[in-house]
């Protein structure tokens, strides 16, 4: 097992790792920027290594510094976290060349599932279900113009390296494909340094719908049922909760088989996430593959027990997937791990009717707590909110022997959650959550639009 591991993340997810650390035995080294001397992630860890200026490009981005931290401090192994290095194909190889190791799966299958239309072909390949739609990337206005009418109006257009909807345009006619291809191709080379695009059936109100698996270096994989991802904002995730009450058991089972056929055929290593989009008749579609830990896997970890972190850091030493999910490999089958129902508030540092960012001193913090809840947060009373990072501040998961247990805690869990000095997402929160639609289960993509004012609304 690795004797001290770098966290190259900050916030929540910094402190998760830490967490777990701790409970192998593990040492641990914080990086932080300028920005981040007085945060828990650095308070936390058995040592700390400023990286740099507050700037993401600068600090937690920085190869480098990260590099020079993990060889000045001799660590064993680095956890990306989400988001920052985490999908770096490059850093993933300059830790292999370094002989740190990086907790997550091989740079190739990172560099493949970067690649959206690389990672649809695989999907394709290995027998996933997916849309209609090119055959990798199109090369111009003709050829998508010739794919579209193929398959049929409406379709998308997205980008190659394509995340939070850049890059991205829904195309009902003919007449349109010709400037929507070239607005689509411009967005995408000046956000992700590509313009190449592929396109695909266009679903109109789509469920997100994604299934955490794990497999460890020895050919072993297993899924570990899905989120329901589907209340977001601006391809912001809002909400999450398990199991989706759109997923009968049977497409579960037929979904969960095929993707342990296709992430056995690869060789899948480490955590990692499917995404996939639900039609109105209940069919998935592959969309795309997350090669890393994300936001939302507390809720997985509440049904299932497994503890993803621990896990992936076993995995990364070269523990078998029985030994790394420990005692409850027994049940490893999805249908006996997974029991009740967990769902997940994201509590961000934002305006509830704008959603701008709200930075500055938290002035009081009392995260709630009791029976059946679970708070990740790096926040606490007298903090400073920094302006330079993701707004997200507090994780607030609930579970339930059923889904209205889990939203009745959920409820008195946002009441009880007090936050003073900026604003938080926790009012909207409240408000979604007392939505009869939502009670429900009755939303699709466009759901968060009914809670926007008229003059934000955007299409799809
Ligand atoms: C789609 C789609 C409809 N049809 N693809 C948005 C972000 C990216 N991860 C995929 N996205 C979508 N892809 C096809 N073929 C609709 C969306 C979409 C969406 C998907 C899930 C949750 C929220 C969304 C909001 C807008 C658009």
């Known amino acids: 097992m690795f004797k001290k591991i770098l966290i190259a993340n900050r916030g929540e997810i910094a402190l998760r790792v830490i967490c777990a650390c701790k409970e192998l035995g593990i040492a641990t080294v914080a990086v932080y920027s300028e920005a981040d001397r007085y945060s828990l992630h650095v308070r936390f860890a058995d040592e700390a290594v400023c990286i740099g200026p507050h700037r993401s490009a600068d600090s937690y981005l920085n190869i480098p510094a990260v590099i020079s931290a993990a060889e000045i401090t001799n660590v064993d192994a680095i956890h990306p976290g989400y988001g920052f290095l985490s999908e770096n194909a490059g850093f993933a190889e300059v830790c292999e060349t370094c002989r740190v190791k990086f907790i997550g ?28 739609g090119s055959e990798g990337a199109v090369e111009d206005e003709t050829q998508a113009q010739t794919v579209a009418a193929e398959i049929g109006y409406p379709v998308i257009l997205k980008a190659a390296n394509g995340g939070g909807g850049r890059g991205m345009r829904i195309v009902r006619t003919e007449t349109e494909l010709a400037a929507a291809f070239a607005a689509a191709r411009t967005e995408a080379a000046a956000a992700f340094g590509n313009g190449d695009l592929y396109l695909e059936k266009f679903i109109e109100r789509p469920r997100h719908i994604e299934f955490q698996v794990l497999g460890d270096e020895h050919g072993r994989v297993m899924h570990l049922g899905e989120r329901e991802c589907t209340i977001q904002r601006r391809h912001q995730k809002l909400i999450e909760e398990t199991p989706s009450l759109a997923l009968s058991a049977a497409t579960r089972n037929e979904v969960g088989a095929a993707i342990i056929r296709a992430l056995r055929e690869v060789g899948y290593a480490n955590a990692g996430t499917m995404e996939f989009l639900m039609d109105d008749a209940g069919h998935l579609s592959f969309i795309e593959m997350n090669t890393r830990l994300q936001v939302e896997h507390g809720v997985t970890e509440w049904v299932s027990g497994v503890d993803l972190v621990k896990a992936q850091i076993r995995i990364a030493a070269g523990e078998k997937l029985d030994a790394a999910i420990g005692p409850l490999a027994q049940v490893r089958d999805h249908a006996t791990l997974n029991q009740g129902h967990a769902i997940e508030c994201r509590i961000n540092a934002e305006n509830p009717d704008t959603f701008a960012p709200s930075a500055g001193r938290v002035t009081a913090f009392h ?51 007090v936050v003073t000095g900026i604003e938080t997402s926790i009012p909207l929160h409240q408000r979604i959550l007392a939505d009869a639609d939502f009670q429900a289960g009755r939303f699709d993509t466009r759901f968060m639009e009914r809670f926007q004012p008229k003059k934000q609304r955007r299409g799809a």
């Open 367 to 417: 995260p709630p707590g009791g029976i059946g809840v679970r708070v990740d947060t790096a926040m606490y009373s007298e903090a400073m909110m920094p302006p330079y990072y993701d707004s997200l501040t507090a994780k607030l998961m609930t579970y339930g022997v059923d889904r209205p247990e889990a939203l009745a805690r959920m409820r008195r869990a946002l009441g009880m959650f």
């Open 105 to 132: 799966p091989r740079p190739e299958v990172i560099r493949l599932m970067g690649e959206k239309q690389g990672a649809r072909a695989a999907a394709k390949r290995l027998g996933l279900p997916i849309l209609p």
